[in-house]
């Protein structure tokens, strides 16, 4: 079983659709748990991270971790056609430890 | 304005032919990183390094070589190129205290013949 599972998509949605993106994971010592997004050839930027089980928003942007049940979601509220772009999960040990990433989904959002 | 570069963006060379990237960040960070990206691989690292002079593999090092002498940069080598080699690379760098904030270069498209 891999590390890190995200479903790749694509995710095609319309414009201001609610979007759910999730991610699951094996290793129950991941502490931090981050989003990137990656627009077409560009490097990934962070997002959003969360320390530990619980909820973080930033305007439409929402994070949720269940560690009990070693899964992470990205909700988007009003989606954008600039949201479109490639979704990462990414997640770390507490201390200095390597991010390990999730294999991204692709999001597109129709005008 | 913080941010890390890479150099060249894109490259294409032939087998064997040795060649760098370059690395460089401004953000005077501590932990400086290699990944490449492939499709339906997604991102995995190469190397990483946690300080000058000290480097550590990835999950993927075979085949490239780093050193970190000074702690802007952070070059990746490959000496002896080959086709599975081909891919897209990203250079990261972020704080010994926020190691959960990564900031990623631009990218270097590599294609080997």
């Known amino acids: 079983q891999k590390e890190v599972e995200q479903d790749p998509g694509p995710l095609s949605v319309p414009e201001g659709a609610i979007v759910s993106l999730n991610c699951t994971y094996s290793n129950s010592a991941f502490q931090y748990f981050m989003w990137y997004r990656q627009y077409s050839r560009k490097g990934p930027e962070l997002l959003m991270y969360t320390y530990s089980s619980g909820n973080k928003e930033d305007g439409r942007f929402t994070a949720q971790v269940d560690k009990s049940s070693k899964y992470i979601s990205l909700f988007i509220r009003d989606s954008q056609p600039s949201d479109s772009a490639t979704y990462l999960c990414a997640m770390k040990e507490s201390g200095y430890s390597t991010l390990t990433f999730g294999k991204g989904t692709m999001l597109l959002v129709s005008p | 304005e913080a941010q890390v570069t890479q150099n060249p963006r894109y490259l294409i060379t032939v087998t064997g032919k040795k060649l760098t990237v370059t690395c460089s960040q401004n953000?005077?960070?501590?932990?400086m990183s290699w990944y490449r990206q492939d499709p339906g691989l997604g991102l995995r690292q190469i190397y990483y390094s946690m300080n000058v002079e000290v480097t550590d593999k990835g999950d993927v090092p075979e085949g490239y070589k780093v050193s970190r002498k000074e702690k802007r940069n952070f070059p990746l080598i490959l000496e002896s190129p080959s086709p599975n080699q081909t891919s897209l690379y990203f250079c990261?760098?972020?704080?010994?205290?926020?190691?959960?904030?990564?900031?990623f270069g631009p990218g270097t498209r590599l294609l080997v013949l």
């Open positions: 990261a760098s972020s704080s010994r205290v926020n190691g959960e904030t990564q900031y």
């Open positions: 953000m005077n960070h501590e932990y």
